[in-house]
């Protein structure tokens, strides 16, 4: 008996799409952003609180910080991590931390975002106070593309428009390679 053709989530003739990094690796990325605040806090004697770490941002940057009247966030891009998981920790997490603390440090008076106040800082965490990365982003999903986040059991899945109506249309599944587990869509998944 020929078991059932499955359609497989990663297959594509388009250029296929980064996966967003798992669980277990945002929680790696969160407690190095911890380490690198609390650093911060136990040498450069400043009171910083735990601010809230988000993955979601898509496009060209590795990261940013934001402080608004909603409040202070880091935002990491889960696919550009992805892709050049090590060089994110090493540079990308240090610099975002490092405009967290520069700002907080620097109170009401007005700094450079990369100025000489976060390039200290960043000198102070023992890295290279450099700005531009040269990433090769193909496969790396751009702002405009809608893309639909679905997941498995084991990881999440980014799919193109085209494949997220097949699924609501019910013309068709998608299964993950790894898990076997049908994909099912993110209920607060950014879009
Ligand atoms: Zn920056
Ligand atoms: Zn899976």
Redesign the pocket.
């Known amino acids: 008996m020929k078991p059932p053709v499955l359609q497989h989530a990663t297959s594509s003739t388009t250029p296929s799409l980064i996966t967003p990094i798992s669980r277990e690796m945002q929680n790696e990325v969160i407690q190095l952003t911890h380490h690198y605040i609390d650093l911060a806090v136990s040498t450069l004697g400043l009171r910083l609180e735990k601010i809230p770490i988000r993955f979601d941002i898509k496009g060209k940057c590795s990261g940013m910080y934001r402080s608004n009247t909603r409040g202070k966030v880091i935002r990491y891009n889960p696919y550009i991590f992805a892709k050049y998981y090590e060089d994110n920790l090493r540079n990308t997490v240090p610099h975002e931390v490092a405009h967290y603390v520069a700002h907080s440090a620097a109170g009401k008076k007005r700094i450079k975002p990369h100025g000489k106040e976060w390039q200290s800082i960043m000198h102070h965490f023992g890295c290279k106070p450099t700005v531009t990365s040269n990433y090769d982003l193909s496969g790396i999903p751009i702002k405009r593309q809608q893309t639909f986040l679905y997941h498995?059991?084991?990881?999440q899945h980014l799919l193109t428009i085209t494949r997220h109506k097949k699924i609501i249309q019910q013309k068709t599944e998608y299964f993950?390679?790894?898990?076997?587990?049908k994909l099912t869509r993110d209920q607060n998944a950014p879009e």
Do not use: V
């Open positions: 498995c059991r084991c990881n993950c390679r790894k898990c076997k587990a």
